[in-house]
């Protein structure tokens, strides 16, 4: 086991466990979403190649553990095959979440899948990304932020624009926050952004944050290290 590449294998989706041998298959759906082949996929690798059970994570991924090494590329090509994505770790965009919106919930402003959609296939930010540390999204429907965007790298949920003629529907922005040993809520930016002004403001910050970052430094600790006003420069917008 003294020459396994443990990263790779965090690029892939299979973590290390605390038992000698063994890896968790992590693995995730664009906006959270299992299908039922999906599902019984992932039930039946849980019983060839693990124990017989999964476990559902707080980023709305699933986790199969008790993998041994040697059956990895065996699991690689069946996740490949049933077209289920694989989750990452380390030093990358883990999977963005995001709450159901405006598809099913009586609450939701905005069309969360839609978005997150957007951010992978047209913007190409997607979970494995590779950047200086961990690095997290996640998208709510409306205020309430069941996602907890406040506490995520970049963080969006539905608001209504109280300022505008029409009371238009768009999205508030936190930038900055992170869970972690030392959490740090986000700040709010002071606008209601409109549909491709925030696709545009968020490939400028992960590009800002990719660019700009040493290695092991969360964008709360850059934010903090060149003072709140560079960063909204370096990102395009008037510090206020």
Known sequence: MENIDYDAL??????????????????????????????????EIAQKFGRGFAHITVRQ????????????????????LAGIEAGTSGPRLRATTCCPGNNWCKQGLIDTFSLAE???????????????HKFKIAVSGCPNAC????????GIHGQIDT???DR??????????????????????DKIFTDEEVLALLKRV?????????????????????????????????PG
């Open 10 to 43: 965090k690029k892939r989706g299979f973590l290390r466990q605390k038992q000698e041998g063994f890896f968790v298959l992590r693995t995730r759906m664009s906006e959270g979403v299992y299908k039922k082949e999906h599902l019984e996929k992932i039930s």
């Open 61 to 80: 991924g699933i986790e199969v553990p008790f993998i041994k090494f040697e059956d990895i590329p065996q699991v690689e090509a069946e996740l490949k």
């Open 118 to 132: 957007r951010i992978e296939k047209e913007l190409g930010i997607k979970c494995g990304l590779d950047l200086p």
């Open 147 to 154: 996602t907890r965007p406040q506490w995520s790298e970049i």
């Open 163 to 165: 300022d505008s003629p």
């Open 168 to 189: 238009r529907i768009g999205y508030a922005v936190y930038l900055g926050g992170c869970g972690g040993r030392d959490p740090k809520s986000g700040f709010k930016l």
């Open 206 to 238: 992960v590009d800002y944050y990719k660019d700009k970052a040493r290695p092991r430094q969360r964008l709360g600790l850059l934010i903090e290290e060149g003072g709140k006003d560079k960063f909204l420069r370096g990102i395009g917008l008037a």
